[in-house]
């Protein structure tokens, strides 16, 4: 792997945590779109599938489980921060500390259902790429794309439903939150796939990832000789 494809990693992986903690922040507004109604979530959170398969086509599935598993543990992390922060003596009015209060502290729940359905489902993702990559190589990546998101996008939301509202919703209310959700999100993820286009393969080049070694500014070099 190259010093620049490293570089492009590097910014992969940063899109891939800031496009989770943007879903998570625009999770509170709610939206019509495609005469569904959605959270702002559902336009974020689709573009992590793709930025984890640039991540996989870049350095394989190996740094993509990592990318995935420590995205949930910075979710985590922030959760716990707003809990902390919810919880001190705020400077403001009694109406509005409580009002703050209630958007920063999610339901264990609700924080479960979401850690398990993006690990599960990104890991699912994973595995389907891989698998397209080993039955197809370099052909028809946008397929790569593709496949694996409509297996992975709608499985989050299933984890997640399961999870967050079993034994208290109906299956008619099931069905209806899983559909109309899944089928804009996939939208969305549909529109990210070019992205897969934007960076190299070099996932079997990583096993060398020792061999990287920034070469020195002639200057330097020569500042270094005398």
Request: proline share 4%.
């Given at each position: 792997?190259?010093?620049?494809?490293?570089?492009?990693?590097?910014?992969?992986?940063?899109?891939?945590?800031?496009?989770?903690?943007?879903?998570?922040?625009?999770?509170?507004?709610?939206?019509?779109?495609?005469?569904?109604?959605?959270?702002?979530?559902?336009?974020?959170?689709?573009?992590?599938?793709?930025?984890r398969d640039m991540a996989h086509k870049l350095a394989g599935p190996q740094v993509a489980r990592t990318l995935i598993i420590?995205?949930?543990?910075?979710?985590?992390?922030?959760?716990?921060?707003?809990?902390?922060?919810?919880?001190?003596?705020?400077?403001?009015?009694?109406?509005?500390?409580?009002?703050?209060?209630?958007?920063?502290?999610?339901?264990?729940?609700?924080?479960?259902?979401?850690v398990v359905a993006s690990v599960l489902s990104q890991l699912?993702?994973?595995?389907?790429?891989?698998?397209?990559?080993?039955?197809?190589?370099?052909?028809?990546?946008?397929?790569?794309?593709?496949?694996?998101?409509?297996?992975?996008?709608?499985?989050?939301?299933?984890?997640?439903?399961?999870?967050?509202?079993?034994?208290?919703?109906?299956?008619?209310?099931?069905?209806?939150?899983?559909?109309?959700?899944?089928?804009?999100?996939?939208?969305?993820?549909?529109?990210?796939?070019?992205?897969?286009?934007?960076?190299?393969?070099?996932?079997?080049?990583?096993?060398?990832?020792?061999?990287?070694?920034?070469?020195?500014?002639?200057?330097?070099?020569?500042?270094?000789?005398?």
């Amino acid at each position: 792997m190259s010093i620049r494809n490293l570089h492009v990693l590097i910014l992969v992986s940063v899109a891939y945590v800031a496009a989770q903690m943007v879903a998570d922040i625009s999770n509170l507004r709610n939206l019509t779109l495609f005469g569904v109604g959605v959270s702002a979530f559902s336009i974020a959170y689709p573009l992590t599938f793709t930025l984890r398969d640039m991540a996989h086509k870049l350095a394989g599935p190996q740094v993509a489980r990592t990318l995935i598993i420590a995205a949930a543990a910075i979710y985590l992390i922030v959760q716990a921060f707003f809990a902390i922060v919810a919880g001190l003596p705020p400077e403001m009015t009694p109406d509005e500390s409580v009002a703050i209060g209630q958007l920063m502290s999610l339901e264990w729940r609700f924080l479960l259902a979401a850690v398990v359905a993006s690990v599960l489902s990104q890991l699912v993702d994973t595995e389907v790429y891989t698998r397209w990559v080993n039955r197809f190589g370099g052909e028809h990546q946008w397929g790569r794309v593709l496949v694996s998101n409509l297996i992975g996008i709608p499985l989050d939301r299933i984890i997640f439903l399961l999870i967050a509202f079993l034994g208290a919703w109906s299956g008619d209310e099931f069905v209806a939150a899983f559909i109309g959700t899944s089928v804009v999100r996939l939208v969305f993820g549909i529109i990210s796939i070019p992205g897969i286009y934007l960076v190299e393969e070099h996932s079997e080049d990583w096993i060398h990832i020792t061999e990287i070694r920034h070469t020195d500014p002639p200057s330097f070099a020569r500042a270094k000789r005398e």
